[in-house]
């Protein structure tokens, strides 16, 4: 960081830190609270339990960049260069190799579960499929034409998948999947989506330095603009303000802007900038359940906003920069990943730990 910041509290502390031997590319945490997976730009697939880390899969030289836990935690999958999907049984602390989808020469760089079955969609190329785990097989292939996928994000009632690229998103309902979807238009290439955890919104980071908000089943957006560099990220808060609205964050060049919605409607979504980062920012995450947000960025620092206002901690830890990050379910610790291959886990710091004084530079 560029200043020297003296900050009283130390909300997290780091028990445990490890390497892959490449960039991080993506991790995330199950849904039992027990296991971190983790991917690299190597090839590499690794579960982190309890301060062990396994590996699933060794390098071979081929980029693994999305993976994902089902919903009830019995499915990982893992998708990247070599066009293959992989998924994994975890059950009785044991991992199988359930199957690989085969795409290849697809790239699969994007990959959910749906929220409320077990229903996975991948992306390759300018096609969505959906694999279903009960049945085994793909039920749909979905063709966004326009682009390749660049985003695509579940609707928290899983009822609906929304698809991002050139010129906005398309949306389809899971029972109807054969009918035409409903089509968000922005007017340049919409790079990252999210759905609020209420489902009443979504935000689309666009290529024109521009967040689109629409409020669901509403069809005039809110356009924010003045957005410093390219979108890299959208978040939303679970926790939500005095008036009913969650937070949304977005990560754009060094800053993460906050817009959070005016109790006057005509005002529509206020912003504010949280600049402290001295390189680009590439990951952010609210605290499950508060609007705690964690941002992490090429810097080699992960830094904590309380409130999503205020620098609380800085937690340094990968010296050529961090990729990703991810929060544990419950909130209680924080994992983030490195160009360098670093994994880091934090720990919640408790009562009986108390507080410390870090002097940041």
Not at 109 to 138: H, I
Not at 270 to 299: C, W
Request: proline fraction near 4%; include cysteine.
């Amino acid at each position: 960081m560029s200043n020297l910041i003296s900050l009283t509290k130390k909300l997290f502390h780091q028990p445990w830190q490890g390497t892959l031997s490449d960039y991080v590319t993506a991790i995330t945490w199950s849904p039992d609270n027990q296991t971190l997976a983790a991917v690299s730009g190597a090839g590499e697939v690794a579960l982190w339990v309890e301060g062990n880390l396994t590996l699933l899969q060794t390098a071979d030289g081929q980029s693994v960049d999305c993976l994902a836990f089902s919903k009830d935690g019995k499915f990982l999958a893992a998708g990247g260069q070599n066009g293959q999907v992989k998924i994994w049984r975890l059950r009785s602390g044991e991992t199988e190799l359930l199957t690989t989808l085969e795409n290849a020469p697809n790239w699969v760089d994007k990959l959910a579960w749906n929220p409320t079955c077990n229903e996975l969609a991948f992306s390759m190329g300018r096609y969505v499929q959906v694999w279903d785990a009960e049945v085994g097989e793909v039920v749909v292939t979905l063709n966004f034409e326009t682009s390749s996928v660049l985003s695509m994000a579940w609707h928290p009632s899983g009822q609906q998948l929304a698809i991002a690229g050139h010129q906005g998103i398309k949306v389809w309902d899971t029972k109807y999947w054969d009918e035409d979807p409903e089509i968000l238009v922005v007017s340049a290439t919409s790079l990252a989506i999210a759905w609020s955890l209420d489902g009443k919104f979504i935000a689309s980071g666009n290529l024109d330095n521009t967040i689109t908000v629409w409020q669901w089943n509403n069809p005039q957006p809110w356009l924010m603009r003045g957005f410093p560099g390219k979108i890299r990220a959208v978040t939303w808060s679970e926790a939500v303000t005095g008036i009913g609205y969650p937070l949304l964050a977005v990560a754009t060049a060094l800053s993460v802007i906050i817009w959070e919605k005016d109790a006057d409607e005509s005002a529509g979504w206020q912003g504010r900038a949280l600049d402290i980062h001295d390189g680009i920012v590439q990951a952010i995450s609210f605290q499950p359940g508060n609007f705690l947000l964690a941002s992490a960025a090429e810097d080699g620092v992960v830094c904590l906003w309380q409130k999503a206002k205020q620098l609380v901690q800085t937690l340094p830890g990968a010296a050529k920069g961090f990729s990703c990050l991810a929060w544990h379910p419950q909130g209680n610790k924080l994992a983030a990943g490195g160009t360098n291959g670093e994994l880091l886990v934090w720990s919640k710091v408790t009562r009986t730990q108390g507080f410390g004084k870090a002097i940041i530079s």
